[in-house]
């Protein structure tokens, strides 16, 4: 089952880096248990904001490892401000995680 | 009866349409053509990209052998100007493009991600700019799957 996501962000020579994991189980469709197939279940969207503002919009299929970790790199940014991570999968569940730039 | 019955349902209709909107506006910027595509010239081609141009501003940095095809590290870098966004098609994976990622508002054409990998395959990174794509592509040697069970 998807679960809780860690993020850190941290600025350093004027560029914010965005570190994010998120825990789901990214289910491929491919795989079977005593040999039933396991359904596909996999985040599809994922959005980066920078106080408010989108910077990177993502999509993904079910290639993307388990508990996903991706990071990310913004020109700008400083000490304090808001990162929000949010993603969506494909059955409609969707998770959303703030930091605080360090 | 009737008029009060239909009023009633074409409120609660309203009301799930309304709701439901948000929900799938969000989910229609999934690429289902490109993502379902089971060749990597079909997701190239539903990305728009058929027409890459092999480019050394693209940069993939990655293992050359990764022993766990179920986690592979692969960090793209674009240096071509105008960089809107980075695609990762992995040619043999039965569902070949990976993820496309659009940057804006001073994000850096850049991204670190792990993928799964089938088998040893070429991965390749595709950037956008000014209209154009440019592709840097890579071999990885997988020595045990990630797709199966």
Not at chain 1, 12 to 34: D, S, W
Request: glycine residues 10%; positive net charge.
């Amino acid at each position: 089952m998807p679960g809780p996501m860690k993020m850190r962000a941290t600025n350093q020579g004027g560029v914010t880096e965005i570190r994010v994991l998120m825990a789901h189980p990214m289910e491929t469709g491919q795989r079977k248990v005593n040999g039933k197939p396991v359904p596909a279940h996999f985040i599809q969207n994922l959005t980066v904001k920078l106080n408010g503002k989108t910077v990177v919009e993502g999509q993904t299929s079910q290639a993307v490892s388990r508990n996903p970790v991706f990071t990310f790199r913004v020109k700008g940014g400083a000490k304090g401000d808001k990162v929000e991570v949010s993603w969506l999968d494909n059955e409609g569940e969707t998770n959303k995680t703030e930091a605080t730039v360090a | 009866m009737n008029a009060v019955r239909r009023l009633l349902l074409q409120g609660a209709g309203a009301l799930a349409a309304g709701l439901l909107t948000p929900l799938a506006a969000l989910a229609a910027t999934w690429n289902k053509e490109a993502f379902g595509a089971k060749t990597p010239a079909d997701a190239l081609k539903g990305i728009g990209a058929s027409a890459a141009t092999p480019s050394n501003d693209v940069i993939i940095e990655a293992p050359e052998i990764a022993e766990n095809g179920a986690v592979v590290p692969i960090e793209i870098t674009s240096q071509v100007p105008g960089t809107k966004s980075i695609a990762v098609v992995i040619d043999k994976n039965p569902f070949p493009l990976v993820a496309k990622f659009d940057f804006m508002e001073g994000a850096l054409p850049y991204v670190k991600v792990n993928v799964k990998m089938g088998e040893t395959s070429d991965v390749r990174a595709v950037a956008e700019a000014n209209g154009k794509h440019y592709s840097a592509t890579k071999n990885i040697k997988v020595t045990i799957g990630g797709c199966g069970g």
